[in-house]
Each structure stands twice: as C-alpha cells, then as structure tokens.
C-alpha cells in the first residue's frame, strides 16, 4: 500500500481528506450545530433515491465536459474552451427542439448531433489557430467563452424566445426531443448511457489505437511526435474537435435531458468544471466518472446542506478552490514520496 | 425589508425534516425562492411577505433558497411536496411550469404562484399577475411631471430616461405603461431608452444612466436588477432624480446613503408581500379561488407607486395630486393601459420611435 | 446620426473612455507584470471581485475609505499570494490556480456578503465610503483637455501613474531586469543567485495589487457598492488587453484604452440599437484576430525573409 | 581531511521524478587545486555540483566550508560563500545584452534604477583584468559558443568566485579553444582560485588535472592523484570493466549512392548564409563522418535532411526521391532513420514509457495494428527484446522512460532507429553525454548497420569519435565544405581543428570529392 506507486491515489486521498477538514472547519464556524450540519453535508447525498438520483444527474454533464478537458489537457493544450461550446451546442440543440419535428428517437438524437457537431466546429477554430500559427490556445479558448455565451445569448433572445415568458426563455422543445428518463424515481436520463460509452470510448481511443499514441505523444512532447513522423498539427485539430464534440454534446444532452426550455441568461460553469474533474481524474478517460460523481456528490451535499441547515451553499466554492490548489499541487506531499524512494533505493538504512 | 439570514435562522432547521411532526393548529406554509435571496426585489418582497404572514397569522414558515441552478428546482419541490406542509408558495414565470406539474401530483396541498405570467393554473394552485403597465403608468407621469417641473435638480429639457436590464417583454411591459402614462401627463414628453443586456453589471448601468443624464434626462426609470445600482449611482453622482423598481429601493438605502435615497423619488412596486399576507390569509378562511390566475393591478393592491417620505418631501404636492387623479381613473378603468406582452417588435418599435428624443 | 456625433464628440465621452478604461487598465497591468515574470495569471477577475468586497466591507466596518482601500490591496495581496505559494512551492498549475481563484472569488464573495450583511445580491445595507475625485489645479484650466484630464477618480490617476511606474520598473530597475529574466530564461536567473521564486512571487503579487486597485475602483468610486459578479468580464478583458498589446507597456495601455473607448462607444451607440449581447463580445472577438493576425504575420515574415535570401545565393 | 577547502559528506539526491541521482556521495576539494570529476553519464556529476551550487538541495548529507557546516539553500548562498559555476548547458539570458547578463542579480544601482555606465565599466574592466574579451554591448544570442562560455566564466569571477565548478565546457569547443581555455584555467589557478573541472575526455582531465574524483551510478568510486592512474584504470572505474577503444572495421568496396546533395544552400531570417553550396555523397554501408565547430551549419543541414528546413535551395536525393519540400513523415519513409541531437526535445518523450517510445516511428504501420487497435502484444515483445539487445538498464517496458539514465535513453532511441531497417541514417551527436560503456555499445551497432549495408551520416562534435568511424570525413566551416578526406584513419585532430576553425581551407575541386557518385 504505502509504496511509490500508489502514491498518487495515497495523494489524491488525503487531498480530499484535508479539503473535508475544511469544510468542517468553515461548517463549525458558521453552523450553530456542526455536527448535524456536517452529517447533512455529507450523508443527505444519498439518503434517499432521488437524492442520489440528483448525484448521477449532475455527474453526466461532468463526465461530458470532463472527457472533454482530459483530451486537450492530454495532449498538453491548455484550452479552456468547454464552457462556451457547451452552452452554444445547448442553443444549436434547443433551437433543433423547438423548429424541427421528427419522431421521438430521431428528434433527440439530431438535436444532440447538431450540437455536438457544432462544438466541434466551433471548437475547431482555436486548435487550427494554435495548430498552424501557434496562437496560444488558453488565451483564445477564454475568448470564446465570452464570444460563444454573447452570440448564444443573442440568439436565444432573437429567435428562441417565447414571447410569452418574462426572462430569456426559449419556446418549450417539443415533447419528442426530450430525453427519457431511465431510472424510475428519478431524473436520471438517457444521457447518462451515452455519456458512460463515451467514457469508454474515450479510454480505449486514448490507450489502445494509433490516433489516441498521436495524441498521446503529441501531448507528452510535441516536438519528438513531430520527428517520429506524426502529423502534430492534424492531431491538435482532431483534438480539439472531438473535445469540442464531446462538450457539445454535454451541453446537447443537460438541456435536453433535463430542461423543457432553454434559460440560461448566463455561463452554466460546466465547462471550468471539467477541469476540475479532468484534475480529480488525473487526466486519465476512466476516472473521469468517479471525479465527476465525487464533484456532484459534494454539490449536492452542499445544496441540502443549504436547504436543511444554516449554512449556505456558496461554502462550496471554497472547497472546490482547495481541491484544485492541492490536487494540482505536483510537489505536495512530495518530501513523503521523496523518503519512500530513497528507502526502496536502499539507501537509507 | 427583512433580509435572509432572519429568514432562514427565524425557522427552526428541522423544520425541513417531516419527522418533527408539527403542534396541531398552527399552518405550515413554506416558500421556495427560485433564485438567493438579497436581490431587494421579488425574493425579498416575498420574504418578508412570508414574515407577515407568520407574525400576523402565526403560521410555522420555512424559507428555501433553491439557487439559480435550475436542474435543481425539480427535486427540492418533490422534497417539499413530500413533506407536511399545507402550503407551498413559489413565484416566477420560470417556476410556473415546474409548480403546476408538482401540484397536480400533490392534489391535497395548496400551492401559490406570487408572479407569474402564465395563463395555465392546475386546479389546487392561486396564481398572480402584475399589472406592471398600469403602475408603469404612473411613474412615467411622475416621470414626466417632474421634468418639467421646477424642481431643484429637473431642468427646463421635457426629457426622461429609462435603463432596462434586456429588451425582452417583461422589461418592456413597465417601458409602454411608462411611456404611456407619461405622454398623458405631458404629451410632448420624449424619453431615451437604453439595454445594458445584462442583469449584473452595475458598471453598465451607470454608464448608460451618466448618458442619459448628460444628454438632459432629469430622471431615470430604473427596470433592470443589479444593473440598475448603477442608475442611482449615476443619480447621485449627476444630481437627478431616480425611479425605483419592484420594491422600495430608495427606503433600502435611507439608512447607508441618505443622499443617494433622496433622489429616488418613488419606486414602481409589486405588493408581493401583501398578496402574499392576503393569499395565505384567504387560505385560511376557505376563500381563496383555486384553478385561477389572477391579475393585480391598482385597484387590487398589488402594484402600486412606494409612497414614502422622499416621495411626499421631495415630490411637489400638486404632481402627487395629479398622480393621484390618474390613480382613481386608473382604478375606476377610464384609463387603460396598453400590454407590451403580446406585442410585436414593429408594434414596440412605433411606441418607442414616438418618444425619441 | 448627429445626436451620435454629439455624443461622441464631446469632452463628456473622452472623459468617460478613461473612467470606464481604468479598470481594464489595472487588470491589464497585472496581466502585464506576471507574464512579464513567466507566469500566466487568469485569477485577475477574481481577485477584483475579492477586493471589491473588501474594500466595501473593511471601509463600512471602519468607516475609513482609506482603510477600506488598504483592506482591498490586502485581500488582493492575500489571494495573489496564496496563488503564489501554491503555484511555486506545491507547483500547482498555475491556470488551475487561476481557475481556482475565480471560482473561490464567485461564491466567496457571496458566501461573505452573507456572513457580513445577510444579503446574498448587493451590499446596499452597508455603509461604505467611497475614494474621492480629484481635480488636477493647473490641467483644469487648459480648454477642452482639461475637462477631459481633470476631475477622475483617485485610482484613475493611480492607473495611469503605474503605466509610467511599470515602463520604469520593465526597463529600468533592478527587479524588472529580474522579472524580465525570469521570465526567459529561470534557469539561467537562478545561476546567477536570482531567486525565481521570489521573483515570480514578486511579480504575483504586483499582479495581485494591479487587480486589486481594479478592484476597489469598482466598488469604491466608479460604485458605491458591492454586487454580486460586478466585474462582469473586466478582469478578463484586461486579459485580453494585454494580449492585444502584445506584452509591451506601451502597447498595453493603448489597447485597455482602445477596449475602453470600444466599451464606451458600445454604450453611446445604443442608439442604433445593435444587439448588446453581440456588442459586448467584441473585444474578444478583436483580441482573437488581434493575437491571429499577429501570428500569421510572424510566421509569414518568416518564411518570407528565407525566400528572399535563398534565390539570390544559388 | 582537515586541509579540505570544501567537503561533501553523505549526500544523496532524489529528483521529483524520482531519480536517485546521487547516493551517499562523499567529496572533497583542496585549496588550490583542479580538481576533476568523471564518470559515465548519468554517473551523477552536474547533479553534485548542482548541490555544491545550491541550484538543488541535497535529499541527505551535509557540505562543510573551511571545516564550517553550510548549507546552501539557493545559488546566492553559494555565490556569497564564493562558488562560481559554468554550467553544461548555459545560462545566459538570450535577449539581454552580456553587460545586462553579466549584472543580473547583483546590479550595481543609481536611486531606483541600474547603475549602466557602471555596469558596463565593470565588465570591461573585468574581461582584460582575466584576459576575457567580449563586447560588452552585444546581445548574446549573437554570440559564438566559444564567447558566450567566456561570459559565463566572467560572470562568476564577477560574482568573486574563488571556487570555480565547470561542467563539460569543452565540449563544445575546438582544440584550439580547448587550449585557450587550459591556459586561462591556469592563470586562475596560480591566482589562487581552486577549479572543479568535469569532463569525459580523460586526456584533458590528466593533462591539467591535480586529482580525480571518479563517479559510477551516483556513488564515488574513488580519489586520485592524477599522475598515480592511468586513462585504462579511469575507464575501468567508470565504467566496471575495460573498454575496448579501437574497433575493428573492414573497408569495404563502394556500394551504390543512398544520398545526394547538391548545392544545398540556406541564408536564414537574420540574413546569414549558414549553407552555402553544400555538395556530398553517401553511399550503402559507407559512414560519411561530419565534423565541424557548432554553429557552421552542421544544425542547418540536419534540418534539411529531415525536411526541416523551408526556403533551402539545391536538392537533397535518396535512394532517387527529391526530400526538399516533403515533412520528416515522408523522408522517413524513404527509410531514413533519424538520432536527433537533443534526446530530450526530439528524441524521446520524458513521461511516455520505454515501449511507447520504442513504437513512435513505426506505429502507424499494419504489423503493429490488428484492426483499430494497436498490437499490444507484439509491441510489448518487441520491447523486451530491445531491452535484451541494448542492455537497457530499466524496470520494464512500461517504465518512463524520463526515469532513465542519459545513456540509457540515448540506448533506447538508437534501438528505436537503428531497428527499423533504415537505408539512411543520420546520427546526429549519438554519443553526446553517454558513458564510455554506452557510447561503444552504440558505436557498435553502428558499425553493424555500416556491415548491412545502411548509408550513415555521423555528425559529433567528438573528433575520436568521427575518425574512429568513419569512412570518409567533411568539414564543414562557415557553411560551406571546406575540407574533405578520403581516408580519415590519416588524419589528426589538430589538423581537423585547423579546418574547423576556418584557418585552412581545400580547393573547391579538393572538397568537390565528397561528392564522387
Ligand atoms: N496594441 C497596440 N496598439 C497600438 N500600438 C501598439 C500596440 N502594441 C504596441 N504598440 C506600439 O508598439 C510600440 C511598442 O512599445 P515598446 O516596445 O516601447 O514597449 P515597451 O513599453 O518598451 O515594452 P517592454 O518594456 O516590454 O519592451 C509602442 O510604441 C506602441 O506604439
Ligand atoms: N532535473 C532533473 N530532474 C530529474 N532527473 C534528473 C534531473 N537532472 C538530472 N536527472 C537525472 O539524474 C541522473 C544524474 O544526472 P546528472 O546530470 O547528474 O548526470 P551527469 O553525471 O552529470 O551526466 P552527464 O555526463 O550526462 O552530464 C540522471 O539519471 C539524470 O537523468
Ligand atoms: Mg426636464
Ligand atoms: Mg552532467
């Protein structure tokens, strides 16, 4: 157990350990019954089916953009582009729900290729840029987050608004482009399968075909895939298009599967989110569901934490921002690392 | 008005739990704020409506903030709805969908919509809609009426400003009855018309409100949420007047900035607090109509100007008159307001082209 | 149209581009001095949202705008240097750091308004003070500029004052020779006894005091107040600024005015009614064909200078 | 011990990748003296003197100065305490001018600013106070390799370095700079600076070294006097057994042309021809040795080789096919084979494992796929056996590669190369920085390639090397051939160093021999 390799699951651990500490501690400050506050932070999540139900139900659009960030971070593109090609695929596939008609399995599955297809489109353009002319992905990828959420906005207030509602809500989709519901009791829909093959499908493209060893070596050292013969710049695009197909499709799939119109006025988050589950997931396509259910799980616990005690859900955010610090920290806990190594070099005693 | 953090400590924590079964008499009512608290409008308002109506009715009342998180609506009101209270009130047109569906599955509760504008009601829900255009009406007299008054910082210009948060109907709802209701007081009135296209950006709205001053509006209707901070920021920093909206947003800053109030000359309120007291009460005593929407305006007590001591000092006693006139026709129907709800862009387009500067 | 002009025209408008361009400017010039440094810090939106509520909640409790003003440049310096210990000691990414800043700053700021005044939206049932205006004595008096020059807010001045302090401190100083070195070339700084840490921690927190004063003009002269996500975008805007200008001191400064003119204009031209959602997107869209352009050009000028050596030599 | 100006004790260093770089290391260093410090790469040399410079902290251990305990926590520390260190790969800032790099760190100042006039006075004075002339105002990125070591040794003289640590620098030097330098480390000698010189050319080390620490996988092998060993025993200690330094090669009869080059030229973006009418041959089984100064174009016409290089004029012919214009993907399947240089940057990916570094080239071809999937099987087969053959010193194919020793993943990329068949290869620098033990074994398969038939290009900057190897020899000065020879094996270093650094020059017709087809 407490060799070297497990180090990283060991690290993992206690970064989540610590930040429960935290919460805790910031839980105790406010609460006036911690305990009780703590108990409801952690156990309410899955106390009852729909609750749990509300866990998996967050996790799918986590999973989606999660996959997503694991490939681009993968490949050493530090492009933080999901958070708006989800909410633009969720108007291209609100605007397929609202304006075609087709049957009830057809209906949902243009919709979420129609969005899914434009994220990769839109998602295209940073990578070609960044491919061809080496503009720097991060800075262009934040761009069009706020160029996507503005033109999205736009067109949700000009052709998708129910002229009978008040705020920025769509017409209702039709019926038939709605996802279904798969687990009765809840809301857990038909995303969800989707979103597991694709997580599967994710992990066997990145470790077992010749495109996910392009992608991988492009991403560990750019300029030795070059040499060895890859073509690093149609890898970056074929990235950045299936990452952006991937949030796409996240987004596609959350306002179908859980929404009956489009309101988002503002940037739903998930995309910043995938990072953080790209983080948890220590960048590998198969931890990406365990990261995304341990963030909704905490979510959750947080929301009925609000809802049942004195504590707000904004806590939350503080946690999140300790996980991030410590999970991306390389050198916490490395002194400990650093001890085991000499021990099994033999060096020491 | 009462703020949040006495909202959620004034109910007891458990009271989320059905275990703790409650002392007999006593109703449970429970509301369910779509969206935080803190937003000195409608979740406030119907907070402290909520307030009331355990203080004056004695009711045990529990306040849930559900978050802007809309995925997350759904299973806080199956929660809710599974447990024992007798009374469930939300609001909001984004709610209203999601508040019928859970009623018809809860057919032995009662559930009230405070604000919505939603014509379909399930058969045990109360819905309400504000006529927003008819107390629109009267701030754009009382708009229009002190432009071209002498008071101390109107100027001779007939012109008067509006800053709303999007261009969508809602907004426009309060920008015809305004426009309206000012022309009928002074008819040559013009008015200049700007969307910050955001509901949180303060920086925004002082912009657009310096703007407007600067090209010689004296007073601004404020329609837009966050955003519209800044117009009272602007106010006070051009010396002009200020109209407030949804609740009495100059009495929410008498007490911090007592300058900056005094330029808010009334606000534009929705009573949601009172409908709420009266709703509940009616509740009560049996008489409260189910399967019904129901429009307030006016002469029902649920929209009105905030008649307060800025709007009685600062407020020259003969416009208060001529508000008042117009209130009783308003009241007794002579005057009707047109609906931007319902209207097409070119038909919204005309009524603004009318007052352009 | 010429209501437009007018507008446009007048002194009233220019004074309002560099109200409005000062908190991009602040932004921009953390932006500046922390890649300056190597590090790329996107934790600037953050940070303002941080020091705005600071600022407003530290000068209510005392009732000192002064203070209230140390207090936001101590919450900013705090949050830069908590990003800096992570990301130099525990080598955390810095872009996660960033990512975790601004996530910290969104729901922190609410969760302590909370805390302090019980409201979740806007801080109104505070009383907070604001920094004054200043009228410059002798610039007042010169026609149409001075009315355009005098008469700013305190940290506008400061603003354009740390244009001039950063070009000094980049070209001239000690510890920008440092900064500039560590951000080419950290191995060789750390040969000679420059600590790159320190460095770099240095610079962080300089980024962190730029966004920091970004962040107290915000709710303590431009507003009154704090509201929830006031910043609305600034912090990245200053980002983008910086880009467009290409990480030089000059060209910074004129690109956060640019951005801020746009942004006034933006406003001005409601007028002609263009949608503002799309308005709003434009210096994102401009920082995108800004950084393309540029690229392109380089790597044209590139292969451009090859060919026309090459023919003549064979 | 007690005579000792600075001793290590015990010190062991664990990278964060998790090298254990040095073990239990025991150093010692007299006043006064040159003191050398060799091994086989990865041996763990640039790491103790990166310690002794507080560029990495020891792990374990402690260092004593003058019989004082001292720890040193940063490269200032050390400066403070009077080391000085010119490092294996500089550390120059590349856009600052010298006088800006020479300040750095230690600027004399005017009120808020940099004192320059006094900057600059300073190093001027410095460089003919030492005999160390550089123009003060340069940018460095404009500099020679032999100018930019003499700033590096100036900045830590400037710094008042008494002891004076200096990684490998003549390996990138000629002869003749190589001599210079000697002499320069002299003079600083008898001014009572005490140097820690570390090399792999066991001639330079006994021609001006007091002693020799001899290092192997991380521990000390020893102390000597210089005068008491020989360059065998050195070997033997380096490396555990004795090391054959002569091979055995037949000469063979020419065979048909692999590569043609002709008129290759380049002028790059600042203007300056760095391939002027570049023309030679290669042909199967036939080593053409490349030898030159860095910086004369050998980077240049690499890059043209791999199809690297827009904007060259002339062609560039293998086996028949035109390479200019064609990405590296084409030319290598051309079969040509590829040892780049830098193995860090070009060679290997440093987190990727041992296989996945093996199958970079070849990957994308059917034997190595069944269907959309890789053969895993047979790639981890594969693995095996080139860890078999190559002696890789490893955990297994899955290990990273990045926790390799130098020399090992130098072994694993010419696996990687010299395994696919090429008809081609150009080596480039194959042995730079690998132990004795290494280097044979890939000298070795070179010679084995040579026997099937392969065309090699060789270029290094180990004139040993290229003359031991090669069938045939170009120098290449300025960009251009300026010396060819038929039969290197006649040839003497000293009279390579006179080509290479320009002071004599062949006739066109002469070096128009490379190109005999
Ligand atoms: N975005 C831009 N818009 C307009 N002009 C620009 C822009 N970027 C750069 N410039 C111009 O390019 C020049 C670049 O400035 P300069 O090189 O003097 O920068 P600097 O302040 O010296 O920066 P550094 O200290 O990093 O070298 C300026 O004179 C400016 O006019
Ligand atoms: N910064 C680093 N991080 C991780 N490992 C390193 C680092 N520097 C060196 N190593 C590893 O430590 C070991 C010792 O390296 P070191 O550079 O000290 O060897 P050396 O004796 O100087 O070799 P050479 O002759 O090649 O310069 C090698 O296995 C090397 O790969
Ligand atoms: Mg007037
Ligand atoms: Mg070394």
New binding site residues.
Partial sequence: MFNTRNFEKIRTLAVVLISLLIAFLVISIISEHPLKTIGIFLFEPIRTVSHIGNVVEMSIPLMFTGLSVVLLFRTNLFNLGAEGIFYFAAVVASSVAIHFAANAFFHPVVAVLAGAVVGALLSAIPGILKAKWNVNELVSSLMFNSILFGVGLYLLNYYLRDPQSFSNSSYKFRPSAMLDVIVPGTRIHSGLIVALLCVAAGHYFMYRTKWGYELRMTGANREFAEFSGINTTKVIIMVHLIAGFLAGMGGSIEVLGMYNRLQWASLPGYGMDGALVALLAKNNPASVIGAALFLAYIRIGADQMARMSDVPAEMISIIQAVIILLISAEQFLKFWKNRMLLKEAGVRE | GSNGGEASSGSSPSAGNSASASNSGALKVVLLIPGTLGDKSFFDAANAGLTKVKQELGAETKVIEMGTDQTKWEPTFNDVAGQDWDVIISGGSQITELLNATAEQHPDKTFINYDTDIQETAANVHAYSYATNEVSFLTGAVAALTSTSGMPNANPDKLIGFVGGMDIPGINAFLVGYIEGAKYAVPDIKVAISYAGDFANPGKGKELSLLQYNSGADLIFNVAGGTGLGVFEAAKEKKRYAIGVDSDQAAMMTGTDADKASLIVTSAIKKIDEVILSAVTKVKDGSLEMGKLEVVGIKENGVGLAENSIYSNVVPEDIRAKVEEIKTKLTSGEIKVDNAMGMDTAQIDEIRNSVKP | MNELLNIVFSTDFAFSILRVATPILFAALGA?ISN?AGIVNIGLEGIMLVSALTGVVVSAQTGSAWVGLAGAVLAGLLIAAILGFFTLKFRTHIILGGVAVNMFASGGTVFILYLVSGDKGASTSLKSEVLPNVRLPLVEDIPVLGPILSGHHLLTYVALLSVVA??YL??RMPL?LRI?SVGENPHAAQSVGVRVNRVQFTALLLSGLFASLGGAYMSMGYLSLFSRDMTAGRGWIGIA?EA????????????SL?FGAADALANALQILKIPSELVATTPYVTTVV?LTVYAIAETRLKKRKARRHSPSDS | MSESLLEMRGISKVYPNGVVANAGVNFSLREGEIHAVVGENGAGKSTLMKMMFGMEEPSEGEMLLRGEKVRFRSPQDAIDSGVGMVHQHFMLVPSFTVVENMILGMEPRKGLGINRAEAERVTRELSAKYNLHVDPNARVEDLSVGMKQKVEILKALLRGAQILILDEPTAVLTPQETEELFRELKLLKQAGHTIVFISHKLKEVKTLCDRITIMRAGRTEGVFETASVTEQEISRLMVGRDVVLKYDKEKKAKGKPVLAVRDLAYTNAAGKKTLDRVRFAVREGHILGIAGVEGNGQAELVKALTGHLPGATGTIDVAGSVVAGQGIKAVRGLGVAYIPEDRMRQGAAKEASIADNLISTRYAKKEWNRGPFLDRRRIAQMSKDMIERFKIRCKGPEQEIGMLSGGNMQKVIVARESSASPRLLIAEQPTRGVDVGAAQLIHQRLLELREQGCAIVLLSADLNEVLELSDSLIVLYNGGVAAYFDDPSGVSEEKLGLYMLGLEQQSEEEAGKAYDL
């Fill in positions: 500046l300056k950063m070009y980049l070209k920008g500039r600024a467009v200008g290409r990480s030089t001191t000059v060209g910074t400064f004129l690109s640019v800004g």
